[in-house]
Antibody, heavy 122, light 107 residues
Framework: EVQLLESGGGLVQPGGSLRLSCTGS????????MAWVRQAPGKGLEWVSG?????????YYADSVKGRFTISRDNSKNTLYLQMNNLRTEDTALYYC??????????????WGQGTLVTVSS | DIQMTQSPSSVSASVGDRVTITCRAS??????LAWYQQKPGKAPNLLIY???SLQSGVPSRFSGSGSGTDFTLTIDSLQPEDFATYYC?????????FGGGTKVEIK
């Protein structure tokens, strides 16, 4: 059974940093592209960042997070990361990690984690 | 960036109705489009990929069509478990973007 388990969310002040993790199981982690998608409270879905499988390059970012967030993966640990720096109040959201539905990089997502909540507030 | 515009933003329907949701891309995206269903407190669920391909395990009452800039999700014979919010998402280029969502409510 495919599972994605996020962790690392929490309350942080504006300007602060957090690192989110997403551990995958039940599939061959390193051959799938992965992504982070967020959802602000009561709002719609927003794609944040994506990363290809195997070598972890290339990486992609939404304009709203470019230069502040860094996506990476450690395939030996079946884990996806999102390093978030210089956080803003508008980054407050539930952050999901999501798995590409096929090998290669298609960027349609068939499995999602349960989400980890990031709250940016003073 | 490619903008995805969904309509309507909400629709009231009854069990057994046919519901149609549209998604328009601000520029051509060929068939690089997916549809997701999201229920309250749950992660999204992939329904349709490549505009018209039904994801494994998804009931056949769901169908997708379109290419280029205009796409449609159709739910034939709406069931109680289909009341949810639906999102389109393009994968033509980066950044990926989602539509604003369509809430399907019980009439």
């Amino acid at each position: 059974e495919v599972q994605l388990l996020e962790s690392g969310g929490g309350l942080v002040q504006p300007g602060g940093s957090l690192r989110l993790s997403c551990t995958g199981s039940g599939f061959t982690f390193d051959i799938y592209a992965m992504a982070w998608v967020r959802q602000a409270p009561g709002k719609g879905l927003e794609w944040v960042s994506g990363i290809s499988g195997t070598g972890g390059n290339p990486t992609y970012y939404a304009d709203s997070v470019k230069g502040r967030f860094t996506i990476s993966r450690d395939n030996s640990k079946n884990t996806l990361y999102l390093q978030m720096n210089n956080l803003r109040t508008e980054d407050t959201a539930l952050y999901y990690c999501a798995k590409d539905f096929k090998t290669g990089a298609h960027y349609f997502f068939d499995y999602w984690g349960q989400g980890t909540l990031v709250t940016v507030s003073s | 960036d490619i903008q995805m515009t969904q309509s309507p933003s909400s629709v009231s329907a009854s069990v057994g109705d046919r519901v149609t949701i549209t998604c328009r891309a601000s520029q051509g995206i060929a068939s690089y489009l997916a549809w997701y269903q999201q229920k309250p407190g749950k992660a999204p669920n992939l329904l349709i990929y490549a505009a018209s391909s039904l994801q494994s395990g998804v009931p056949s009452r769901f169908s997708g069509s379109g290419s280029g800039t205009d796409f449609t999700l159709t739910i034939d014979s709406l069931q109680p478990e289909d009341f949810a919010t639906y999102y389109c998402q393009h994968a033509n280029s980066f950044p990926l973007t989602f539509g604003g969502g369509t809430k399907v409510e019980i009439k």
